[in-house]
């Protein structure tokens, strides 16, 4: 199972500042849990993990006030955090073309991460685009090692569409 990526992220004067909060897969994250811990989040019905999802944000202490920007591939997940009070849980922005845009938009950012964010390095390190069968780069990215670096594209594009950033 893939990691469930989780960024913190400020912006400040052209600056993006991360910190990764998670890299762990859920079933990695329910394997570390107490068997206390795991029976109150237990629900056999939870096919989305939705009860993980609040109890990992709850761990976390990210704020109810926070803006949480989510993928658009598990609306179950958005509405388990809106019930858990994460009021200002949205939608990643994602209209066509919005890969391509975002990774160009955070390339024009200065972006820092926080030493621990290790994960994130890598990640940022590893970066490529996909090469064809005769050689030649494409501009689309490879869709591989992207758990931390698209919720950045969706914080910064985020940030766009709420006047924040601008090209």
Not at 107 to 131: C, D, F, H, P
């Amino acid at each position: 199972m893939d990691p469930f990526g989780i960024v913190e992220a400020k912006y400040y004067d052209g600056g993006l500042y991360l910190h990764e909060l998670n890299y762990l897969s859920e079933n990695q994250i329910k394997e570390s849990l107490t068997p206390a811990e795991l029976q109150r989040i237990h629900n056999p019905q939870d096919e989305e993990n939705q009860t993980l999802v609040k109890w990992v944000f709850s761990k976390l202490n990210v704020s109810k006030k926070s803006y949480i920007i989510c993928d658009t591939n598990r609306p179950m997940k958005i509405l388990a955090l809106h019930q858990a009070g994460y009021d200002y849980s949205v939608e990643a922005p994602k209209p066509p073309g919005s890969i391509i845009d975002g990774i160009d938009l955070v390339s024009g950012l200065r972006v820092y991460y926080t030493s621990s964010s290790k994960n994130l390095k890598a990640e940022q390190e590893n970066y490529s685009r996909i090469v064809d069968r005769y050689g030649i780069v494409l501009e689309e990215p490879e869709d591989r090692n992207n758990h931390l670096c698209d919720p950045v594209r969706y914080i910064a594009l985020f940030l766009e569409l709420m006047g924040i950033i601008k090209r």
